[in-house]
């Protein structure tokens, strides 16, 4: 989170939201091995982006948050929701608002803004072929000696 003006209550109450957020916005792939497209979310939460979230009559706006320009893709709001219930229940309504975003318009929402938590948006895959590895994760074991770390280096 950039520039962040959250209070230790809201990041908490974050945690809990995007993750679920994350996984309503995944696109079934069809392979049970790999079930979901990977959804890459980044968040905004300075003061811009959490006045911005305040409100869906903000989407009008000449001025949205960098790095996020306006665009045909309407943002989704969740200016009503509550999230302060329990786990399931967050789910259940986050799932519905998502659901009926995506009916109104025929795709899932790439920008969510969450009432004084900020926004979070999609970032899209970057199919650069120069870097086979961008946005993958790497385990390497032994790291602190001289080979582990030369595949770390190798790898960033």
């Not at 209550?9 to 974050?14: C, D, F, G």
């Not at 939201?17 to 696109?27: D, H, T, W, Y």
């Not at 869906?56 to 665009?71: E, Q, S």
């Not at 893709?73 to 229940?89: G, I, Q, R, W, Y």
């Amino acid at each position: 989170m950039n520039g962040t003006v959250l209070d230790q209550s809201s990041l908490r109450r974050s945690a809990q939201i995007i993750p679920v957020v994350r996984g309503l916005l995944a696109e079934s792939t069809g392979d049970e091995d790999v079930p979901y497209k990977p959804v890459t979310l980044k968040s905004l939460t300075s003061k811009e982006a959490i006045d911005f979230a305040g409100s869906a009559k903000n989407a009008d706006a000449k001025k949205y948050p960098a790095p996020l320009v306006k665009g045909q893709k309407s943002p989704l709001f969740l200016d009503t929701a509550d999230f302060t219930v329990e786990p399931d229940s967050l789910r259940k309504q986050l799932n519905d608002v998502i659901s009926a975003y995506s009916q109104q318009y025929n795709f899932k929402p790439e920008i969510v803004c969450l009432r004084k938590l900020g926004v979070l948006y999609v970032e899209r895959e970057d199919n650069n072929a120069e870097m086979p590895l961008c946005k993958k994760v790497a385990l390497i074991t032994g790291a602190a000696g001289a080979i582990g770390y030369g595949v770390c280096r190798g790898l960033l």
